[in-house]
Structures are given as structure tokens and as C-alpha cells.
């Protein structure tokens, strides 16, 4: 037993390792120490207008996240209104399969709207989650069939809605599957537009009929007034086609996208200064 001075510290393979270090002789390393040259690291590549007139949502939303994160690039809407149009996004998909979502995600979805409205706190968006999440767990303990399947999507679908907060990466941020292709396209468009050309409604077109007609159809999801509301704009002065366009082009209600507009439409939001 080592006492004292005599005592030594750590393991015997250390106390050799200590013994031949001072026996040995230190050896000159002939080597120069230069450093070698590192190459810089690879520029995040610049979102450009053909990856969102591309058509595939995947894309479009890789697009979006890019413009809203990239410090290299002043893009015309913050954060929180990117965040809130996704969760909005998520919610129509989810809309157009409403038939198909159970009791529980159906709460979800109008919690998600409601949060993204500033009418409910993180704690109940948590709370809906946590059921879409136990019925999830439910339809994963199913058989798999071509209907789990489809069940499991929608729950994730769902979920996705739900996130708190949305996680600005890409791959966690993606399309609504099990929603097609082409219907989330509209969707996307209908409520950012192009935003590499960004449109502006102007004062004097935001009258008070415009504002009430505008209101109805966001709260009341009354998109078969959007035809209304462009002859409202144009009552106020508005000749911009496109705008005019926007509102008329599609009135086919019985379309299962309702009209190709969802809430959130970023022409709702730019009459109701939600943007």
C-alpha cells in the first residue's frame, strides 16, 4: 500500500506510461507545421422563381423556407406570417379529406386555425396534438391495408399541422400527402402568390364593404363570395386584372379544392392586414 509520497495515482497502465515516457528520448518531428489550405465551405444555393413555378409542392415549399431563413435574401414576409400560412396550408389539405378525419383530428384542425388566428395558446395547440397523436397510436396497431395506410397519413398530416413550433428544415417542412400534387400547388399559390412578385392592394380600395365582404369569407370559409368581393374592389377604383382575375377565375364551387382557395389567401389577408 502506497503512502504518502510513494503513493501513485491513476492505473498501472498509466504509471508505465508515465515511467517509459521520461526514460525515452523525445523525438523531433520533422514535419513543418503548415497548415493546409481548406476549402470554403458550399453557398446555400439562392431560391429562383423557377423552383416555385416548378408545380411539385415539395419543391415550392423548399423554396419558401429558403426565402425565409436565408440572412442573404430580403424577403417581403417575416417568419411568424411564413409559419402561420404553412400551418394554414396543412389545415386545407387536411379540409379536403375532412370526411375521412376522425372526431379527435377534427378538433386538431380547428385548434391549429384558431392558434393561427391568436384565439388559442400553445398549451391547447399541445393538448390537440397529443390526441391526434393517441389516435395514431391506435391506427398503427392495425393490420397494415391500403385504408391504414391512408389513416396513418392523415394523422400525420395532421400532426404536421399541429407542430409546435414549425420547424423551419427542410424535410420536416414538405407536402400535404395524402393531398395531390396539383391541388397543393393551388394551394400554395393561393396563399403566398408568386412571391418573387409580390402584389400590393392599395388604401383607397379598402373600403368598408370590401373589409365586411372579406371578413365573411375568412371566418366563415365562404370562398363562393369571392366574385362579390372583386365586384366590390372594383366599386372602389381597383382595375388591376390580376387581383380582378384572382377572384373570378374560379367559380366553380363544386371544385374539390373550394374554388381553389383556402383561408389564409393572400388576398384576404392584404384587404384584413393580416400579413
Known amino acids: 500500500m502506497f503512502t504518502g509520497r510513494n503513493r501513485r495515482s491513476g492505473s498501472l497502465r498509466s504509471v508505465w506510461y508515465r515511467r517509459e515516457r521520461k526514460r525515452r528520448p523525445r523525438e523531433v518531428s520533422t514535419q513543418t507545421n503548415t497548415l493546409q489550405p481548406v476549402s470554403p465551405p458550399r453557398p446555400r444555393p439562392v431560391p429562383i422563381e423557377g423552383h416555385w413555378q416548378c408545380g411539385n409542392p415539395d419543391a415550392m415549399i423548399r423554396c419558401l423556407v429558403r426565402l425565409a431563413t436565408d440572412p442573404r435574401i430580403v424577403f417581403h414576409l417575416p417568419i411568424q406570417t411564413v409559419e402561420r400560412k404553412l400551418r394554414l396550408f396543412?389545415?386545407?389539405?387536411?379540409?379536403?379529406?375532412?370526411?375521412?378525419?376522425?372526431?379527435?383530428?377534427?378538433?386538431?384542425?380547428?385548434?391549429?386555425?384558431?392558434?393561427?388566428?391568436?384565439?388559442?395558446?400553445?398549451?391547447?395547440?399541445?393538448?390537440?396534438?397529443?390526441?391526434?397523436?393517441?389516435?395514431?397510436?391506435?391506427?398503427?396497431?392495425?393490420?397494415?391495408?391500403?385504408?391504414?395506410?391512408?389513416?396513418?397519413?392523415?394523422?400525420?398530416?395532421?400532426?404536421?399541422a399541429a407542430e409546435v413550433p414549425t420547424r423551419f428544415r427542410t424535410g420536416v417542412i414538405c407536402g400535404g400527402y395524402p393531398v395531390q400534387a396539383t391541388t397543393q400547388a393551388v394551394l400554395l399559390r393561393d396563399l403566398f402568390d408568386n412571391p418573387f412578385r409580390p402584389y400590393s392592394v392599395e388604401p383607397r380600395w379598402i373600403t368598408p364593404t370590401v373589409v365586411a365582404l372579406a371578413r365573411v369569407i375568412y371566418s366563415e370559409r365562404s370562398f363562393d363570395l369571392m366574385p362579390i368581393l372583386a365586384d366590390a374592389l372594383q366599386d372602389a377604383g381597383c382595375d388591376d386584372e390580376y387581383i380582378l382575375t384572382h377572384c373570378r377565375g374560379h367559380e366553380d364551387v363544386s371544385s374539390p379544392v373550394q374554388s381553389s382557395h383556402a383561408r389564409g389567401c393572400w388576398l384576404i389577408d392584404a384587404i384584413l392586414g393580416k400579413e
Open 90 to 160: 396543412y389545415c386545407a389539405c387536411c379540409r379536403i379529406r375532412w370526411d375521412s378525419l376522425s372526431p379527435s383530428c377534427r378538433n386538431a384542425i380547428v385548434t391549429v386555425e384558431r392558434y393561427a388566428d391568436g384565439w388559442e395558446n400553445r398549451r391547447g395547440l399541445h393538448k390537440a396534438r397529443r390526441a391526434v397523436q393517441d389516435v395514431g397510436r391506435v391506427v398503427r396497431a392495425i393490420p397494415y391495408s391500403q385504408d391504414q395506410w391512408d389513416a396513418r397519413s392523415l394523422i400525420a398530416l395532421v400532426e404536421r
